[in-house]
């Protein structure tokens, strides 16, 4: 199957650092891209979607001076965190599809970054 | 708005008993549902798609539009079963998923 890859896994960071998440499709075009956030024993919550050479659409809520997003290939996705607080700490989860709408499109998950920010 | 709801965040059985996660959605269009499961320390993974009316390990999910309900059932739970079972609903001319709350699902031996 697909694979998605992100990186890092894991980061620590001091308040005020911005921090750059990493997704990659590895073995396809990942046309679509998808950011989560899940909190301790919650569920994914989307942040935003990217169609490679666009801008992301973010969904309400979500800052997108505060999370910036870019696609720049068909492959790689970034979330940069910008300014990072205490409350930012969470679980970031990138997913990926290779087509760009209709029934039955798979979504293909990373294995997640885990920000914490002192 | 589309708004998927897992009734239970835990659900606790035996080793060889029924399971059933439910799963209840809300939306205006035509549904296509999921469930995903993530196993402890990996990834979430697709198990399996209302439209394919398939089995995965065992698991069988059947859509009811009359009672918007897509819940996922296995007649005989095995301890690799253990793990968070996740519903979610394609929206937005199916290109974005929204995901229920999730149930962590723990078969005993």
């Known amino acids: 199957g697909a694979v998605v890859s992100q990186h890092p896994s894991r980061v620590i960071c001091k308040s005020g650092t911005s921090v750059k ?39 309400q809520g979500v800052e997108k001076d505060k999370f910036l997003i870019n696609h720049a290939s068909l492959t790689l996705s970034t979330l940069t965190v910008t300014s990072a607080h205490p409350e930012d700490s969470s679980f970031y989860i990138c997913s990926a599809s290779s087509a760009s709408g ?17 | ?37 993530q196993y402890s320390r990996q990834r979430l993974q697709l198990l399996l798609r209302h439209i394919s009316r398939e089995s995965i390990k065992g698991f069988t999910a059947d859509l009811n539009k009359g009672e918007t309900s897509f819940h996922l059932k296995k007649p005989f739970a095995q301890e690799e079963d253990s793990a968070m079972y996740y519903c979610a609903l394609l929206y937005n001319a199916g290109n974005m998923l929204t995901f229920g709350g999730g149930t962590r699902l723990m078969v005993k031996p």
């Open chain 2, 1 to 37: 708005a589309q708004r998927v709801t897992q009734p239970e965040k835990l659900l606790s059985v035996f080793k060889g008993a029924p399971v059933e996660l439910k799963c209840n959605y809300s939306y205006s269009g035509s549904p296509e549902l999921f469930w995903y499961v």
């Open chain 1, 21 to 59: 998440i990493e997704c990659r499709s590895l073995d396809f075009q990942a046309t679509t891209m998808f950011w989560y956030r899940q909190f301790p024993k919650q569920s994914l919550m989307l942040m935003a979607t990217s169609n490679e050479g666009s801008k992301a659409t973010y969904e």
């Open chain 1, 102 to 118: 209709g029934a039955g499109n798979e979504q293909f998950f990373g294995p997640g970054t885990r920000l914490t920010v002192l």
